[in-house]
């Protein structure tokens, strides 16, 4: 039976952890079977969520991913509708990036009753949107602006304000389809500052950003656009090497 702290463990005690992002609302759910097997071998989460996603598709999404792999699930929610017990974690975030209370504290609130009972591992995080270079559907939904990426003592402080504040993981974001990444520069500064583990993604990819970030000081790296727009992108790692893939509506 799993413990009730065994994902944040899995942060705690690793330092290359590798998570495939999948948005219910661009993946084709009749496709599931064939993006599972196209997932990088080095994969060891499945985050699943969007910035707006229509109500149930996150959970008809999760249901389905739990019948082909049993790589462990964390919903990555962008409104509290996005919760579901069907997956094995969940992100509790709180965009300290900006300040809109509804993303700091109300969607956290209007997610209580969904939670009250849940089996979800639910691990709080503090979530740093950073400037990838383009505006991005977080940017856009939540009505904030990301962090300049050369201001880095203030996302190190807002960092450190998370931790301070019980936040156990960090999550630098630098939006789904940026043109820039969460830079290594940021990355190794907020790692030398905070004691928790830091999740980086937005804009990775290649193999060669995904190592870069590592060696920066990210625990987790998030790969989302790139593995809709080509599943196969790490083709030389992943169970398949299937040149052709369609998996998105």
């Given at each position: 039976?799993?413990?009730?702290?065994?994902?944040?463990?899995?942060?705690?005690?690793?330092?290359?952890?590798?998570?495939?992002?999948?948005?219910?609302?661009?993946?084709?759910?009749?496709?599931?079977?064939?993006?599972?097997?196209h997932l990088?071998?080095?994969?060891?989460?499945?985050?699943?969520g969007?910035?707006?996603?229509?109500?149930?598709?996150?959970?008809?999404?999760?249901?389905?991913?739990?019948?082909?792999?049993?790589?462990?699930?964390?919903?990555?929610?962008?409104?509290?509708?996005?919760?579901?017990?069907?997956?094995?974690?969940?992100?509790?975030?709180?965009?300290?990036?900006?300040?809109?209370?509804?993303?700091?504290?109300?969607?956290?609130?209007?997610?209580?009753?969904?939670?009250?009972?849940?089996?979800?591992?639910?691990?709080?995080?503090?979530?740093?949107?950073?400037?990838?270079?383009?505006?991005?559907?977080?940017?856009?939904?939540?009505?904030?602006?990301?962090?300049?990426?050369?201001n880095?003592?203030?996302?190190?402080?807002?960092?450190?304000?998370?931790?301070?504040?019980?936040?156990?993981?960090?999550?630098?974001?630098?939006?789904?389809?940026?043109?820039?990444?969460?830079?290594?520069a940021?990355?190794?500064?907020?790692?030398?500052?905070?004691?928790?583990?830091?999740?980086?993604?937005?804009?990775?990819?290649?193999?060669?950003?995904?190592?870069?970030?590592?060696?920066?000081?990210?625990?987790?790296?998030?790969?989302?656009?790139?593995?809709?727009?080509?599943?196969?992108?790490?083709?030389?790692?992943?169970?398949?090497?299937?040149?052709?893939?369609?998996?998105?509506?």
């Open positions: 039976m799993r413990k009730k702290n065994d994902f944040l463990q899995a942060f705690q005690d690793s330092s290359q952890l590798l998570a495939m992002l999948m948005d219910p609302d661009k993946v084709d759910l009749s496709k599931v079977e064939n993006l599972v097997q990088p071998k080095a994969t060891t989460h499945l985050f699943v969007g910035s707006e996603v229509e109500e149930k598709l996150t959970e008809e999404l999760v249901v389905l991913l739990k019948k082909q792999t049993e790589l462990p699930i964390i919903i990555f929610p962008g409104d509290y509708t996005q919760i579901t017990n069907e997956a094995d974690a969940l992100l509790f975030l709180s965009l300290l990036s900006g300040r809109n209370p509804e993303f700091l504290i109300e969607q956290q609130v209007k997610s209580v009753e969904k939670l009250k009972n849940t089996s979800l591992e639910i691990i709080p995080t503090a979530y740093l949107l950073i400037d990838g270079g383009k505006e991005t559907s977080v940017q856009r939904v939540s009505q904030t602006l990301p962090m300049a990426q050369e880095i003592q203030a996302i190190v402080n807002t960092a450190l304000a998370g931790e301070y504040s019980g936040k156990q993981l960090i999550y630098l974001e630098a939006g789904s389809g940026a043109s820039t990444k969460v830079s290594t940021v990355i190794s500064a907020v790692k030398k500052e905070v004691s928790i583990p830091i999740i980086v993604g937005g804009g990775i990819r290649s193999e060669k950003e995904i190592k870069q970030a590592y060696q920066a000081g990210a625990t987790m790296v998030v790969v989302g656009t790139a593995f809709e727009d080509n599943p196969a992108f790490l083709v030389s790692n992943s169970a398949s090497t299937s040149k052709t893939v369609e998996v998105s509506k």
